[in-house]
């Protein structure tokens, strides 16, 4: 029978994303019946059947015959003068069973159905999209750059469904174009307006998580558990781990024979320097391992306020403290201690490296003074101011400034 438009293609409900094909003929099916409930008042004693191949659509009404003058719902019931005109040989008490055609429901009616079954449709992948997201909340998803903008960029997986990445969730040396492949951690899925949002991050600790079970057989087969992990996405990540396994050494096996392990990672990451570190118990062995590379010679910790003292050696602080800060910014976070740096005071000979005081001299100063083979704060104040004045390209005043901050260290 003819469907009038009702379907112009049925290959474009069934072929939905994510919707089974009993779903969507349940859909069409009640569709249908609502049609026949606006016109008849009742769908009880209809019978719809779409064919799940191509969605022909039948529907067959059936009403009992009764004797003339005596049908008192003519829904439900016919009588035997008007059932003789079609079928001579049906009787009273019979069931007259006919069919419906889609023409006469009206055209009003069949284009109102039509909308009506395309905005079910697009509700119910919408929910399929939310529950199926919802479940992989964490999981790493590979998909194709659409569409760059100022503050996010549109990805596509490999079923086109839309997945947003957020600038915040770039590492800062990304850099995508349309077309692009790339890979990210389904960080939050949410409905917004009855569209499911789905966004995913390359900076959350989640994603370097992944990439390790990935790269390292030990931590997918639960081997080696990650503790913990703190970033400073395109900078700096530490990564606290524990063997189960005494024959297993954790870090080793993280980062694999020559780092070939952790260079894949590193890559992914933007070159991001990942300190992988034992995990223990022992506060302070692991605050000690948390500010690697750096060497600690003495230790106080303050467990009440979760404060620990760091003692070094001159040239091992700016390790501690790391590029910008990182480092140790990131080892506090790791071990759950606010960390406060010093040198040790105690030897005679002490001096001090002058990108120490990079935040209050100048870092063109220091390159100055570098310039003529002064790189200590003593190989500076030994000098008069007058023969720095003539030997750098720094006028009197900013070397006293300079001569003041050094001896202020000393003092």
């Known amino acids: 029978m003819s469907n009038i438009n009702l379907i112009d293609s049925f290959q474009e409900f069934k072929d939905f994303k994510n919707i089974d094909r009993p779903t969507v003929i349940s859909v069409l099916e009640e569709v249908f019946r609502s049609m026949i409930r606006k016109k008849y008042g009742t769908d009880e004693n209809c019978d719809v059947i779409v064919n799940p191949d191509n969605g022909d659509l039948e529907i067959w009404r059936t009403r009992t015959v009764m004797e003339d003058g005596f049908s008192e719902d003519d829904d439900l019931e016919i009588e035997l003068a008007d059932v003789h005109k079609i079928d001579p040989d049906l009787e009273v008490g019979d069931d007259f069973i006919e069919q419906i055609t889609l023409e006469s429901f009206g055209r009003r009616a069949i284009l109102a159905a039509r909308q009506t079954l395309v905005s079910k449709i697009l ?13 992989r909340v964490g999981e790493i998803i590979t998909g194709e750059v659409y569409q760059v903008w100022k503050k996010e960029t549109l990805v596509l997986d490999d079923e086109g469904n839309e997945l947003i ?11 995508f174009k349309k077309g692009d492949s790339l890979r990210a951690v389904i960080s939050k899925v949410e409905m917004i307006n009855s ?7 390359r900076t959350a600790p989640e994603f370097l998580q992944r990439l390790f079970e990935m790269e390292v057989p030990e931590i997918f ?4 558990t990650i503790k913990k992990i703190v970033r400073e996405p395109g900078e700096r990540a530490k990564v606290a781990v524990e063997s189960y396994d005494d024959r297993i050494d954790p870090v080793g096996a993280c980062v694999g024979m020559k780092g070939s392990r952790i260079h894949g990672i590193v890559r992914e990451l933007k070159n991001e320097n990942i ?8 506060n302070s062995l692991y605050i000690q391992r948390a500010l690697s590379p750096a060497k600690i010679t003495t230790i106080k910790l303050d467990d009440e306020d979760k404060r620990a003292a760091v003692y070094l050696k001159p040239d091992q602080v700016s390790l501690a403290i790391g590029r910008g800060g990182h480092n140790i910014k ?4 790791l071990t759950g201690y606010e960390i406060d740096v010093y040198r040790e005071s105690d030897v005679d000979d002490e001096d001090v490296d002058l990108e120490e005081f990079s935040d209050e001299i100048e870092g ?9 083979g002064l790189d200590t704060a003593k ?20 070397v006293k400034e300079v001569m003041a901050i050094l001896r202020a260290e000393f003092e």
């Open 123 to 135: 509700e119910l992948e919408k929910d399929e999209i939310f529950k199926k997201y919802k479940d």
């Open 165 to 175: 990445m957020p600038k915040t969730d770039q590492i800062p040396a990304d850099y």
């Open 195 to 201: 569209n499911p949002k789905i966004i995913i991050s």
């Open 221 to 224: 087969d639960g081997l080696i």
């Open 275 to 282: 300190d992988v570190i034992n995990y223990t118990n022992n």
């Open 330 to 333: 990131l080892a506090g976070k």
């Open 364 to 372: 063109w100063i220091i390159d100055e003074f570098k310039r003529i």
């Open 379 to 398: 190989s500076v104040i030994e000098l008069s101011v007058d023969e720095l004045v003539r030997r750098t390209d720094l006028e009197e005043s900013t």
